[in-house]
């Protein structure tokens, strides 16, 4: 069934501990959950809660690294981080870690952190390796001088997977071309107006969310609805149980276990 492909991200419950926030999700339904390991969240600080639930997980990276710093010591000190929770990752079992490419302070920068990016990438992949575990960079937006918002800035994930996130693509306007990508593994699912990263319920933007499905429908690729609160994903769990294009593919008895969860 669909409904297997697709988990939550404990975004959504960022301000509770970990341990609600799962068991939240796990209630829901979901099979598998990516957790931002960050707050009350982080991995490196306790990832024992993670033992009590029968749900697989992906992990996401800290989002206060940045493997694209054009000073050197910066960037060793993040990849090191992320070698950290590589093994926390390994630790709960979890075949994929999520990272962010990274941001240049100046334009002047920008090439420079490009390859600084396309480095760590080459070693973190490396390192992963011995772990089991996967890496795939998540496209952003405009903001702060990030870095691959668009597929013609795809060179520098290597042989690393994609990690697309739809809403960000579709601010960047690059939706449709960033879907093309063979190197996706894992999406991220929110929606938005195509003004603001809003992280919206599904069906609240405008959003053609039929392509993103259909592709996840037609590849071996998994994803994760990422949206800025607990009622955005029960909203968002409703729409797809009742859209013509997809309710054919969820079974209604377990997903959600219940109709008013």
């Not at 496209?139 to 739809?166: H, K, Y």
Request: hydrophobic share 40%; glycine share 6%.
């Amino acid at each position: 069934m669909f409904a297997n492909k697709l988990g939550a991200s404990t975004y959504c419950c960022i301000l509770e501990p970990l341990e609600a926030a799962l068991g939240k999700l796990e209630n829901i339904g979901f099979s598998f959950v990516e957790i931002l390991s960050d707050g009350m969240h982080d991995l490196l600080n306790d990832c024992e809660p993670c033992f009590s639930f029968g749900m697989e997980y992906v992990v996401h990276a800290p989002i206060d690294l940045n493997i694209a710093s054009v000073r050197e010591p910066i960037r060793k000190a993040s990849v090191e981080v992320l070698k950290g929770v590589v093994e926390v990752a390994n630790r709960i079992d979890s075949d994929l870690l999520v990272i962010h490419p990274g941001h240049y302070g100046w334009h002047i920068e920008k090439e420079r952190a490009y390859m600084a990016c396309a480095n760590s990438v080459r070693e973190l992949s490396r390192f992963s390796e011995d772990f089991g575990v996967r890496i795939a960079v998540e496209n952003m937006t405009d903001w702060g001088n990030s870095l691959l918002r668009s597929p013609m800035d795809g060179w520098v994930i290597g042989n690393a997977g994609l990690a697309l996130d739809v809403g960000h693509a579709h601010l960047m306007h690059e939706l449709e071309n960033f879907l093309k990508d063979p190197r996706i593994i894992h999406l991220h699912i929110h929606d938005n107006d195509g003004q603001r990263d809003s992280h919206d319920a599904l069906g609240r933007g405008n959003l053609k969310l039929e392509d993103v499905f259909s592709m996840m429908l037609d590849r071996n690729v998994r994803g994760v609805i990422e949206v800025n609160s607990f009622d955005a994903l029960k909203e968002s769990v409703l729409w797809l149980k009742t859209h013509d294009v997809l309710k054919s593919h969820f079974d209604s008895q377990s997903f959600p276990r219940s109709p008013d969860f």
